[in-house]
């Protein structure tokens, strides 16, 4: 098995969602673009990962919308080396068709009552959701690294809630550890590294809002 030596996650760039939530009234959410700024910070994150991968070949994965589109293709990276599939499963989580403002900022009220991996939007997708379709689509990565000459790197270009899941599942975190974290911001990554020992480990944690509270012991 090649296991890939770094798993980046990497989350799109501002948005038009991001800067303006209003446009999910007129705009479908997968079709929306990036903003001037959302560009600036996808070029920045480029440039720091054409350091990182260097002349290694890279294996991507980019979800379907938009705007992730667009923030991978502004990396800038070599086309030789990078091998890139669209990935369905990776997309953000599904908050419903046309999307009333209101009604959006009501839920989420609810949802932050309730709890982000458990609340489903009325139309859309509970965190608990997203979780079980980045459980499928981790299990056709794992099949991928069966492959004798796989890539050293693996590159998703994705979204906060994402990455924050496929971290969840990866790492067998606790629903109260991904109720205490807060999303990257825009254009942030996360990198799985594999030690000497054979294990992943996170280069850098994501910010907590709150101590984990959990119903019982686990682990």
């Excluded at 959410?29 to 002349?55: C, K, M, S």
């Excluded at 989420?108 to 689509?137: I, N």
């Excluded at 000497?196 to 509270?213: C, I, N, S, V």
Aim: some cysteine.
């Amino acid at each position: 098995m090649a296991r890939p030596r770094r798993i980046v996650l990497v989350r799109h760039g501002e948005s038009e969602g991001n800067a303006d939530d209003s446009v999910y009234e007129r705009e479908p959410d997968h079709a929306l673009r990036l903003t001037g700024a959302g560009l600036r910070q996808a070029r920045q994150t480029g440039a720091r990962l054409r350091e990182v991968f260097g002349e290694e070949r890279i294996s991507a994965y980019v979800s379907p919308y938009r705007r992730t589109h667009e923030t991978f293709a502004a990396f800038g990276l070599d086309p030789a080396r990078v091998r890139v599939r669209e990935e369905p499963r990776l997309r953000e989580q599904d908050w419903g068709n046309w999307q009333d403002r209101d009604d959006v900022r009501l839920q989420k009220a609810y949802r932050d009552a309730y709890g982000h991996f458990f609340y489903r939007f009325a139309q859309g997708e509970s965190g608990a959701d997203v979780y079980d379709r980045v459980g499928a689509f981790l299990e056709s990565l794992y099949r991928s690294f069966e492959a004798p000459d796989h890539p050293p790197n693996v590159l998703l270009v994705t979204h906060g809630l994402t990455m924050r899941l496929f971290c969840m599942r990866w790492f067998h975190w606790t629903v109260a550890d991904f109720e205490s974290l807060c999303n990257p911001r825009n254009g942030e990554t996360r990198s799985l590294l594999l030690g000497k020992d054979g294990r992943y480990t996170l280069d850098q944690p994501f910010e907590r809002w709150r101590a984990p509270e959990p119903y019982g012991r686990t682990g």
